[in-house]
């Protein structure tokens, strides 16, 4: 190198993210590799250590219902089958009341034929309004079953999908810092660069070299 050159700069890209003042990310480049860290704050730690204990907890117990569950389930569905009984009550019971009174009233008597007919009748729509509760009961009882599945696997989809996004926050944060270790690796080769030309030529303007490796480092950017 000539005596009236300029002497190379040594560096070590490195890159840090501060976020209120606080160190929060950031990335070392050495001849080994590079290397990253990021530093969740206490709110941060503490929401994405609930939500992975969460899903670890939740996980194994996707499918299974507990007793307590199951009890529930078989307390909602005697509700249903009560609120369905009381309801036929309702319909036909009044029904056959007047029917009973009307015969009473007409032939003074409940044996006879009209009697017979009419509440074969009421007989059969009530046991087709049973039989309509018997099959509700089921379809109940299934749909409680799916709404609790469903309930579940959202809980813990949500759950997931937070970690995830905490996950994809940290490598969007360490690529910003790669990008700023980059741009300032790129700016230094540069000015080596022409600091070597200009060594080579005998001579150099030094602002010239920095304006010169600063617009090679930023182009890097804006590809």
Not at 121 to 140: C, F, G, H, N, P
């Given at each position: 190198m000539s005596k009236s050159g300029k002497d190379y700069v040594y560096y070590n890209p490195s890159s840090s993210i501060k976020v209120n003042g606080q160190d929060k990310a950031g990335v070392n480049i050495t001849n080994t590799g590079t290397t990253g860290y990021y530093n969740m704050d206490a709110d941060e730690k503490k929401a994405y250590d609930y939500a992975s204990k969460e899903f670890a907890l939740n996980l194994p117990e996707l499918n299974v219902f507990s007793a307590d569950t199951q009890r529930d389930f078989d307390n909602q569905v005697q509700a249903f089958i009560n609120q369905g009984v009381d309801e036929i009550k309702d319909i036909y019971t009044p029904m056959l009341q007047d029917l009973q009174n009307d015969i009473a009233s007409r032939f003074g008597n409940l044996d006879n034929s009209v009697f017979m007919d009419n509440l074969s009748?009421?007989?059969?729509?009530?046991?087709?309004?049973?039989?309509?509760?018997?099959?509700?009961?089921?379809?109940?009882k299934q749909d409680l079953i799916n709404n609790e599945l469903a309930n579940r696997y959202e809980y813990l989809d949500y759950l997931n999908n937070y970690r995830r996004q905490i996950i994809s926050n940290i490598l969007n944060t360490l690529s910003t810092g790669q990008n700023l270790s980059n741009t300032a690796n790129s700016y230094y080769s540069s000015l080596n660069g022409i600091i070597s030309n200009s060594n080579n030529n005998n001579g150099f303007n030094f602002q010239n070299i920095i304006d010169s490796a600063l617009n090679t480092a930023l182009s890097t950017i804006r590809r």
């Open positions: 009748e009421i007989e059969d729509k009530r046991a087709e309004a049973v039989s309509d509760l018997a099959q509700s009961v089921q379809s109940y």
